[in-house]
Every structure is written in structure tokens, then in C-alpha cells.
């Protein structure tokens, strides 16, 4: 929940009159009640409808026709001006990181989260060190603000810790796999919501992988994804990618959907646009979506044990 009055002390102080409204999926149900409660202020509102992952998929459109933009539920991930992030903070049980504390073989761990469970980092802190652990938070790196966070296209918070151990707190194993194969640590994924700990297993997900590059050794030619969203575009990535293979093309696209790969008819395509596409989706989509690390695997320009997991830096 975000608090309106604070809201409406940011958007006083930039003098916003008209304000374009944001958010992802799951809480795109909540924007008609906020754009009641900013009438009753005496703000214009307009709501974006169009699909969002995250803060790295702003909608401009609507932006350009109020003074403001306010995205709900993220941080920034870049400089784009005239937006107000308002993070969606979850409350959940601690309660997880007292479990997993008899299951660390150290002394030290890193503790890293999503921006929903951030407020949660420094009881969890205190709770290992109150049983002699020392718990490691990153700072802030440009784009994960918030100490302690990552993003599914962002483990530098985890890799900073330079912890053999890290604690994981948040819901689902994706973060926890690409944490793993960014750091090679010891990874706990400790649930908030509902108490579960794991040990995500990487291995498979990199047989997967490996897999993938055997596949797209035979297609006769590449379609490489550029995003035209504002914090998904890697194009000097995908340039770099097309000096590798004179079979490859360019494909500037906003929102990747089976449809559209299926249309272009390209038997294999690189994604420079959010990793989770290639690591998430890659059942949805008939051919290999490789990602930009393992392309370059495939061009023999790098080895399979120097296996990156795909971020955006
Ligand atoms: S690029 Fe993907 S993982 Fe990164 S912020 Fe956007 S939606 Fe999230």
C-alpha cells in the first residue's frame, strides 16, 4: 500500500496538476482507487493500461500527457525523468531467517531481497546477529537503489556481499538460481510468505542451457532482440552480438510474445532485452531464445565453464 498524503506531498511540491498512473500486473487493479483518491485532490488522472514488468517498462505515452508519471510497486533502474516511483512494500514472516540459521556452515552471510521485502532486511539482520552471525547488505548500485535488493536482471547486491553464504529472503527460486550462478555461493531462498526454505538446484537449469546451444547450432539464421522499452535496451549488446555472425539481424521489438517470434520466423533469437524472457519464457516459445552470453558461446568467442548468468548491467 502506498500512502496517498505522501504521494501528494511529492507531486505538490513538483506543481503536477495532470499525473499518469502506473503499475504491474498484480496491482493494476488498485490505480481506479487511486485515481479516486487523487480527484478528491484535485488532480487530472489518467491510467497507463498497458502491460508492465517492471520499472524498467515505463509508459511514456501516458507520461507525456500529464506533468508526472507515478509507477507503483518498483525503484528506478535508470535516469528517466518526470517519473515518482512508489515501491508496494509486503510484510511477511521473519520468522524464516531463525530457521535457516542451524543450516549455515559460516559465520557470515550476505542477505539480499526484492524492493517489496527491503523494510524486512534489518530485522532479519538483527535476528542473525543476535545468534553470532554477521549478516552482509550491499549498498546501493545504480540499478537496484535500495540496500540489499536485486532484480531478476540485477545480482550485483549478492555479489557485493562476497559472502560463501547468502540468504535469499523472497518468494519463488528465480532470484535465488541467478543469485547462485552469479556468485557460485552457497544460496538459502527463505520465504516469507510461506516459511519454505530451499537450496535451488542450478545445475539443471544450465543442462537446460546447454541444451538450448546445441539446438541453435543448426539454425541457418539469428533474430536478435532489441527492446524498445526505456530500461530494457541494450542495442550496443546486440550490435556487439551481430559482429559475431553475419547471420544475424536486428529485431527491435516492445512487448516479445510467442505470436510475434512465431511471425518473424526466425529459427533461433538472442535476448537483449529483460533476461527473464530468455530463463522464464523460454517454454512458451517454439525455437531456442538464447541469451547474449550464451550466443557468444555458440560463436566460440566463449567457453561454457565461463557460463555468465544474463544481467543488465
Ligand atoms: S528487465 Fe526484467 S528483471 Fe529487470 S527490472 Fe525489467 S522486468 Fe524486472
Not at 498497458?50 to 508519471?69: E, I
Not at 525523468?81 to 515501491?87: F, M
Request: with cysteine; aromatic share 6%.
Amino acid at each position: 500500500m502506498i500512502s496517498v498524503p505522501d504521494l501528494h506531498n511529492r507531486l505538490t511540491k513538483l506543481g503536477c496538476h495532470i499525473v499518469a498512473i502506473q503499475a504491474p500486473e498484480g496491482l493494476k487493479r488498485f490505480l481506479p482507487r487511486l485515481a479516486d483518491e487523487l480527484r478528491l485532490l484535485g488532480y487530472e488522472v489518467i491510467i497507463s493500461g498497458d502491460p508492465c514488468y517492471g520499472a524498467c517498462d515505463l509508459d511514456l505515452s501516458a507520461r507525456d500527457r500529464a506533468d508526472v508519471l507515478v509507477h507503483i510497486g518498483h525503484t528506478p533502474v535508470d535516469g528517466t525523468e518526470l517519473v515518482i516511483y512508489e515501491p508496494w512494500p509486503v510484510d511477511g514472516d521473519i520468522s524464516v531467517i531463525r530457521e535457516v540459521i542451524p543450516r549455515l556452515k559460516g559465520k557470515k552471510a550476505g542477505l539480499v531481497t526484492t524492493v517489496q521485502h527491503v523494510h524486512l532486511l534489518p530485522h532479519a539482520a538483527r535476528i542473525l546477529k543476535d545468534k553470532g552471525i554477521e549478516p552482509v547488505i550491499a549498498g546501493p548500485s545504480p540499478r537496484t537503489p535500495c540496500r540489499g535488493q536485486v532484480l531478476g536482471c540485477s545480482f550485483e547486491a549478492a555479489r557485493k556481499t562476497g559472502a560463501e553464504e547468502i540468504i535469499f529472503l523472497g518468494t519463488g527460486l528465480f532470484h535465488p538460481i541467478g543469485i547462485k550462478i552469479a556468485t557460485r555461493a552457497r544460496v538459502f531462498a527463505c520465504d516469507p510468505i510461506t516459511g519454505k526454505i530451499e537450496e535451488p538446484d542450478s545445475d539443471r537449469l544450465l543442462r537446460v542451457r546447454f541444451g538450448l546451444i546445441q539446438k541453435a547450432r543448426d539454425a541457418g539464421s539469428y533474430g536478435i532482440i532489441v527492446s524498445s522499452k526505456t530500461g530494457q535496451c541494450r542495442s550496443q549488446l546486440a550490435d556487439h552480438l551481430c559482429s559475431l555472425s553475419d547471420k544475424a539481424y536486428q529485431i527491435v521489438i516492445g512487448e516479445v510474445t510467442p505470436d510475434q517470434l512465431l511471425n518473424l520466423g526466425f529459427p533461433c533469437y538472442v535476448n537483449t532485452a529483460c533476461p527473464r524472457l530468455a530463463y522464464d519464457d523460454q517454454v512458451r516459445f517454439s525455437v531456442p531464445v538464447l541469451t547474449p552470453g550464451e550466443f557468444e558461446i555458440l560463436c566460440g568467442v566463449r567457453d561454457f565453464d565461463d557460463y555468465e548468468v544474463d544481467e543488465i548491467i
